[in-house]
């Protein structure tokens, strides 16, 4: 069972910054592919960003490219989300993702995904 722990969300006024983290329990022999997703209040779940095992394959929603950027480190298994420039828009709970699937294709969907962190609330102010 793998275990995704979000932390670094809060509360920023319109164009600060926010650091998220993801801290997993999947073992260090095991590869795996991360994403972050959000959701705001009566919508869908939706993408934010995919970044692979290695780290050499990104990609971003067209709505957060380059504000946001996604990266790892894997000595920690930990997965971060700089978010810059940030807007009242991005206001939403924001879930990483993982699965033990491993492609050179992005994983933009939340089917594409078997574990899910609890999510951390990021509130932008206007």
């Known amino acids: 069972q793998v275990q995704l722990v979000e932390s670094g969300g809060g509360l920023v006024q319109a164009g600060g910054s926010l650091r998220l983290a993801c801290a997993t329990s999947v073992r260090p022999s095991s590869r795996y592919t991360m994403a972050w997703f959000r959701q705001a209040p009566g919508k869908e779940r939706e993408f934010v960003a995919f970044?692979?095992?290695?780290?050499?394959?990104?990609k971003y929603a067209d709505s957060v490219k380059g504000r946001f950027t996604i990266s790892r480190d894997n000595a920690v298994n930990t997965v971060f989300l700089q978010m810059n420039s940030l807007k009242p828009e991005d206001t939403a709970v924001y879930y990483c993702?993982?699965?033990?699937?491993?492609?050179?294709?992005?994983?933009?969907?939340?089917?594409?995904?078997?574990?899910w962190g609890q999510g951390t609330q990021v509130t932008v102010s206007s």
């Open positions: 970044i692979s095992w290695s780290g050499s394959i990104m």
């Open positions: 993702a993982a699965t033990l699937a491993i492609s050179d294709k992005a994983f933009t969907t939340v089917y594409e995904y078997d574990y």
